[in-house]
Nanobody, 114 residues
Framework: VQLQASGGGLSQPGGSLTLSCAASGISFSIYVVAWYRQAPGKQRELVARITSGGNTNYPDSVKGRFTVSRDNAKNTAYLQMNSLKPEDTAVYYC?????????WGQGTLVTVSS
């Protein structure tokens, strides 16, 4: 089982990035997929979640700026991040969970700085 997160990098404030989470070795469509982030010295926090049926939820800190989606045919989930702020700087992780299993990707670094 592997979750491969990619797409991180450097963005200026107000910019956009799209993260991808490619899954292998699991029946991706039956998993809830979530994106978390962890900034230096802070706890890991949830930033987006999408169920197998496509329902989404976000914390207030990213609502209206981040959009999570999934393509089950490609076993891939995405996190579109717009209007980025310096406080969005963190390592972003994808997570796939169902009633039996919980898997984490390796993380991708997003830096928002001018």
């Amino acid at each position: 089982v592997q979750l491969q997160a990619s797409g991180g990098g450097l963005s200026q404030p107000g910019g956009s990035l799209t993260l991808s989470c490619a899954a292998s070795g699991i029946s991706f469509s039956i998993y809830v997929v979530a994106w978390y982030r962890q900034a230096p010295g802070k706890q890991r926090e949830l930033v987006a979640r999408i169920t197998s049926g496509g329902n989404t939820n976000y914390p207030d800190s990213v609502k209206g700026r981040f959009t999570v989606s999934r393509d089950n045919a490609k076993n891939t989930a995405y996190l579109q991040m717009n209007s980025l702020k310096p406080e969005d700087t963190a390592v972003y992780y994808c997570n796939a969970e169902n009633w039996r299993n919980n898997y984490w990707g390796q993380g991708t670094l997003v830096t928002v700085s001018s």
